[in-house]
Nanobody, 118 residues
Framework: VRLVESGGRLVQAGDSLSLSCVASGRTFDSYALGWFRQAPGDVRKLVASITWITGRTFIADAVEGRFTISRDRAKNTMYLQMNSLKPEDTAVYYC????????????WGPGTQVTVSS
């Protein structure tokens, strides 16, 4: 499957932003999709994930209460709604698939840059 993220841009602290991840290339049947982010000099970290069929979600503590993950199965698209953005949310945001529920995320997209100015 091919995943492509979009929606990243420069915003100010306190703003909201919505990211999209579109899946294409084969019949989409993955167990889950996830959003990750990588800030300069840091490792890539899981931000949120969602199971494709049931819609069960996971939100990392760092963004709990501010970020929401969702998906539109008809559009093969996953979303990340980010509210009350902080400068520490600045990172490249990636989506990836967990094909079989083993939390082995693959098929990384190219990423989309989110920059939050103070």
């Amino acid at each position: 499957v091919r995943l492509v993220e979009s929606g990243g841009r420069l915003v100010q602290a306190g703003d909201s932003l919505s990211l999209s991840c579109v899946a294409s290339g084969r019949t989409f049947d993955s167990y889950a999709l996830g959003w990750f982010r990588q800030a300069p000099g840091d490792v890539r970290k899981l931000v949120a994930s969602i199971t494709w069929i049931t819609g069960r979600t996971f939100i990392a503590d760092a963004v709990e209460g501010r970020f929401t993950i969702s998906r539109d199965r008809a559009k093969n698209t996953m979303y990340l709604q980010m509210n009350s953005l902080k400068p520490e949310d600045t990172a490249v945001y990636y989506c990836a698939e967990d094909r079989d529920g083993e939390a082995d995320f693959r098929s990384w997209g190219p990423g989309t840059q989110v920059t939050v100015s103070s």
